[in-house]
C-alpha cells in the first residue's frame, strides 16, 4: 500500500520525516496480524462468537480499502480521517447502527496495534456515530397477543413457494420463528443460531435453549408452538431431511442453498414483511 499522501494538512516536517519513513513504518499486514491475535484473545474476554469476530474483521476490511483506495497509510491516519471515513459512510446511506459498528470495529483495530507497540494513538477515540432522528412513535406500534396469534394461524399459509410439501416446510418455519420472536421473546440472532437439538421435552414441559450474543438462557415454549415444531420436523423428514440434533432450525428453502442455515439477513426480511 502506498504511502500516505503528502497534501497540504499532511506534509512531514524535516524533524519526524526520518522517524516516519516507509521502512519504520509497520506494514498493514502487521497491524491486520495484530488485529486477528486481538480479535481471538481480547474480544469478550476471548469467547466472542464466530460470527462477532466475522463482522470486526469485515468492517475493518472495509475501512483499510477505503485507506487504500485514498492512499493513507494505516499507521498514519488521524481523528480527521476517521470522521471523512464516517462521512463516507453516511453518503453511502449506511444506517446509524451500521456506522456505530464499524467505528466500534476501526476502535479496537487500534487498540489491537496500540497494544502491538504499531502505533501510538488510537484516531478512533472520540468519534461517534450520528443519532438515529426516527420519531419515537414509530417505534410504538405493536400487536396485541391476540393479533399476532392469528396473524400466525391465518396469514403465513397464503404465501406458496415450490413444490406442496416445500410450501408446508416454509409455512411451518416462518409461523415458528415468528411465533417465537413474537410471543416468546427469541431475538434474531437466537433464531439464527438455533439447532433442532436445542429443542427438549420434560414432564409434558417444552424448553428452548436459546445461544444469544453474549448469553445463553433456556425458556419454557408454549404447547401450541411446541406442536407447531414437531410438525415442521415431520415435513422435513418428508422432504428428504436427515435430521440430528446439530441440524439448524431454520433452513433455506432456496434452490441453491437447500437445507443450510437460513442467513440472518432473510430472518429479518421475513420478519420484516409480516410484522
Not at 427438549?200 to 428452548?208: A, L, R
Request: aromatic share 8%; with cysteine; proline share 3%.
Amino acid at each position: 500500500m502506498a504511502i500516505r499522501r503528502l497534501d497540504k494538512g499532511n506534509k512531514f516536517s524535516r524533524n519526524n520525516r526520518a522517524a516516519a519513513t516507509v521502512s519504520t513504518l509497520p506494514t498493514v499486514t502487521a497491524m491486520r496480524s495484530a488485529f486477528e491475535s486481538y480479535l481471538s484473545l481480547t474480544i469478550a474476554d476471548g469467547h466472542a462468537s464466530e460470527d462477532t469476530i466475522k463482522t470486526y474483521r469485515a468492517r475493518v476490511g472495509r475501512f483499510l480499502a477505503w485507506c487504500k483506495e485514498r492512499e493513507l497509510y494505516p499507521a498514519l491516519i488521524t481523528q480527521e480521517n476517521i470522521k471523512e471515513y464516517r462521512k463516507y459512510l453516511i453518503d453511502e446511506s449506511k444506517g446509524c447502527a451500521t456506522i456505530r459498528l464499524s467505528l466500534l470495529a476501526i476502535k479496537h483495530f487500534y487498540v489491537a496495534c496500540q497494544r502491538a507497540k504499531l502505533v501510538r494513538e488510537n484516531p478512533a477515540i472520540g468519534v461517534k456515530a450520528p443519532r438515529d432522528k426516527r420519531e419515537i412513535g414509530s417505534t410504538l406500534n405493536f400487536l396485541s397477543q391476540e393479533e399476532l396469534q392469528e396473524l400466525i394461524a391465518h396469514i403465513l399459509p397464503t404465501r406458496k413457494i415450490g413444490a406442496e410439501n416445500t410450501h408446508q416446510i416454509q409455512v411451518f418455519r416462518d409461523r415458528l420463528l415468528l411465533g417465537c420472536m413474537a410471543l416468546q421473546g427469541c431475538r434474531s440472532i437466537e433464531m439464527y443460531r438455533a439447532n433442532l437439538g436445542d429443542f427438549t421435552s420434560s414432564g409434558g414441559q417444552h424448553y428452548f435453549k436459546l445461544d444469544g450474543k453474549n448469553s445463553i438462557r433456556t425458556v419454557v415454549l408454549r404447547p401450541d408452538l411446541a406442536a407447531e415444531l414437531e410438525e415442521y420436523r415431520q415435513a422435513r423428514v418428508l422432504g428428504g431431511e436427515e435430521l440430528n440434533a446439530a441440524s439448524p432450525l431454520l433452513i433455506s428453502l432456496s434452490n441453491a442453498r437447500y437445507g443450510q442455515r437460513l442467513s440472518r439477513r432473510v430472518i429479518g426480511f421475513i420478519v420484516d414483511v409480516y410484522l
